[in-house]
């Protein structure tokens, strides 16, 4: 069974910052991208960054300069630094594994996983 694990949310003042990381366990063969979105309250979910196994990274406007994506491809781990944050990023926070590529027993599978989310609060 393929689980995508999120650790490192939490609460920081505004101005502070938090490292997000997240592990896709299970019998991975492939994985083509990972990355995170975000749910702000009464929002819809949407894209904070992603990056490929080959290490192109894709940032929303918003997050440019002052969060980081990174991975570690051995490791089948994302992370995400979060820098100068403001209430404003307060939201549930979910890693995303696309392209993957994985085995149950004998059977070869694809598809793509969400993890369970990790709430990030920030204080005025």
């Known amino acids: 069974q393929v689980q995508l694990v999120e650790s490192g949310g939490g609460l920081v003042q505004a101005g502070g910052s938090l490292r997000l990381s997240c592990v896709v366990s299970?019998?991975?063969?492939?994985?083509?991208?990972m990355g995170w979105y975000r749910q702000l309250p009464g929002k819809q979910r949407e894209l904070v960054a992603t990056i490929t196994t080959g290490g192109s990274t894709n940032y929303a406007d918003s997050m440019k300069g002052r969060f980081i994506i990174s991975g570690d491809n051995a490791k089948n781990t994302v992370y995400l630094q979060m820098n100068s944050l403001t209430p404003e990023d307060t939201a549930v926070y979910y890693c995303y594994a696309g392209g993957l590529g994985y085995l149950r027993g004998s059977n070869y599978y694809t598809g793509d996983r969400w993890g369970q989310g990790t709430q990030v609060t920030v204080s005025s």
């Open positions: 299970g019998n991975i063969v492939r994985i083509n991208a």
